[in-house]
Each structure stands twice: as C-alpha cells, then as structure tokens.
C-alpha cells in the first residue's frame, strides 16, 4: 500500500505568554486568529489557531501558549524552521513591516529562494518565502492589505536524528517527492501548493528539548475520515507506534514519533472550524468542546487575555 499526503496540515508550537503570541501572529504577520480554545488535555492553557481566512489546511498554525514555560531548545527531533508563503513580489513590503516592528531578519538563500529569517517573540525561527503557487488569502489585517497577506505554509525545515529515516519515511511512507539537494539540505514537495515543500537538514544538531518557543509536533493531511484510517493503518504497517483516533474538534488526529525523533501528526481535513461557529465569527471568543463546557467559567477565569487587535506601529 502506498499513501500521499497532500502536504502539512497543521503546525503546533508551545510559546509563552498568549497576548504576546496573538500580537506577533495577528498584529505584526497578519493571519486570521481563526479558533480560540483550550488545550483538551490541559485545559488550563490555550489552544491558538491562526491560519488565513478559512483556516485552510496547509495554513495553520497553532500555539499552546504556556506563560510560565522554561525556554526550550531547538535542535534535532524537531522542526527547526517553519516557512510561510508569500505572494511573489511581496518580500521587500515584509522587509519594511518587520523593521517597523524591530523584529531583526536575515535574508538568505536556499535552492535559489530568497527567504527572510526570523525569530517570533518566544524563539521560534520562521522564515517568509515568495511563492506563485498557493491560493492567494483574502485576510487582511492592520497594515496588510489581502494581496501582500501571508498564504499559508510555504513548509518546514525539519531537523532530524536520523536523516537517512526520515527521508525514507518522507518518500516511502507519506508519498513526498525528492526534488534535489543543495548544500546541507534535501528538499521533497508534496501534492498541494502550500505547505509542500520540507527540506531535510543532512547533518545532525544537538538534540532539541521541549519548552517555550519550540516547534512541539507538524501535522500531515489525511483527505476524510476514511483516509484517516487507512493512514492509521498504513503507519502502523511501517512499524511504527500510533495512536488511536482522538477528536480534536475540528479534525482527527493519530500521532506517531518518527525515527529521527519528530512527532508526526496525521489529521483529517473536515470537519474545519465553522464547526462550532461560523465563517465571519470565527476567532473572536473562546470555543469549549462539549465535554469541557460546564467548566466553562472556571477555565476563563484561569486564562489570561488573548486579543485580536491593531499594534499601535499600524495606527499611525
Ligand atoms: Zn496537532
């Protein structure tokens, strides 16, 4: 049996404190907070979603901000960078807007893209990449009109243990394609045109470890419910240890830690997040799973703010 995954789902990444997070990720890069919830298995904390309008597949990124969290380390066993796209042409406007918000960048080049590298508030590494492919966002949002608004995912740089692994799980196991190589890095593309492209560091860092500012697992699209279950299987076939089907609300999800020491995430498409509100509401309160509801006033009461809102830099 061979699968293909049309590219990455979701990415999940533990922060620090939230208002922090929404004003990096809202205020500075301008994606749409699309889902306001809790983490389902620690209530306790946030579960952040932004991603463009829709919160597409292939756009979201999401955050369990931890405000008390020790600093963690990037290394191997992770994503080390995740990249966004932007529409071609655009790069020198994002150049302008991260000075004005004195987030310090590189620029650098890899397979021939420029890229702009930098550091959100909490450290992760992100980088901004122009791509033509990729369904345009129609989000816009303080000083980011929609055609120079981020697209989604252009993909990730995963660091692994093992690179040997990883990339035979990429190809043999997910149904990525190798494209080449370029100095320390291999780089395979999936079918859709975002979140498709993931490069490979050849050369093994450190270990990485868990806390703030890290990259805590990447999620893999699975088309349905049915598919998700073939995955299921398919993984376990591979010989390696998944779990059981959990519901996240707006998808499923089975995990599964790669051999190069990444947790792997397979989630389905549907059902989305118009699940528990609509289009336009999306974002704007706190959304409990039916399970977690009548804790509703105990869990708000422990949050802290979390506000979607234009940075005073855009005001002027
Ligand atoms: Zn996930």
């Given at each position: 049996m061979s699968k293909r995954t049309a590219g990455i789902h979701h990415i999940t990444a533990i922060v620090g404190n939230p208002q922090e997070n929404v004003d990096f990720y809202?205020?500075?890069?301008?994606?749409?907070?699309?889902k306001k919830t809790v983490n389902f298995d620690d209530p306790g904390t946030y579960h952040l979603y932004f991603g463009n309008e829709a919160g597409s597949p292939g756009t979201i990124m999401t955050f369990f901000p931890w405000p008390n969290a020790y600093q963690g380390k990037i290394g191997s066993?992770?994503?080390?960078v995740t990249s966004f796209a932007v529409p071609v042409g655009t790069l020198s406007f994002w150049e302008e807007r991260l000075a004005k918000f004195n987030v310090s960048f590189e620029k650098l080049t890899r397979f021939g893209e420029e890229t702009l590298q930098f550091d959100d508030p909490h450290g992760l590494h992100l980088e901004l990449v122009e791509r033509k492919e990729g369904t345009a966002s129609s989000w816009s949002f303080g000083g980011i009109p929609a055609d120079k608004a981020i697209k989604g995912f252009g993909g990730a740089v995963l660091l692994t243990l093992k690179p040997e692994s990883t990339m035979k799980l990429l190809t043999e196991g997910m149904g990525l394609v190798e494209i080449g190589s370029e100095g320390d890095f291999t780089r395979f593309k999936a079918s859709?045109?975002?979140?498709n492209v993931i490069d490979v560091k050849l050369t093994p860092v450190p270990s990485g470890s868990m806390g703030?500012?890290?990259?805590?697992h990447i999620a893999w699209r699975a088309a349905d419910y049915e598919d998700h279950e073939v995955w299921r299987e398919h993984i376990a076939n591979l010989g390696y240890g998944v779990t059981p089907v959990k519901d996240r609300q707006y998808f499923n999800a089975v995990y599964f830690r790669e051999r190069g020491g990444i947790l792997f995430e397979i989630a389905t498409d549907p059902p989305g997040f118009t699940r528990d509100e609509t289009a336009e509401e999306m974002g704007r309160s706190l959304l409990l799973p039916p399970w977690l509801e009548e804790k509703r006033a105990l869990i708000e009461a422990n949050l802290l703010g979390a506000e979607v809102r234009i940075l005073e830099e855009d005001q002027s």
């Open positions: 809202a205020g500075v890069l301008g994606l749409r907070l699309v066993g992770q994503v080390g859709d045109d975002l979140g703030a500012g890290i990259v805590h």
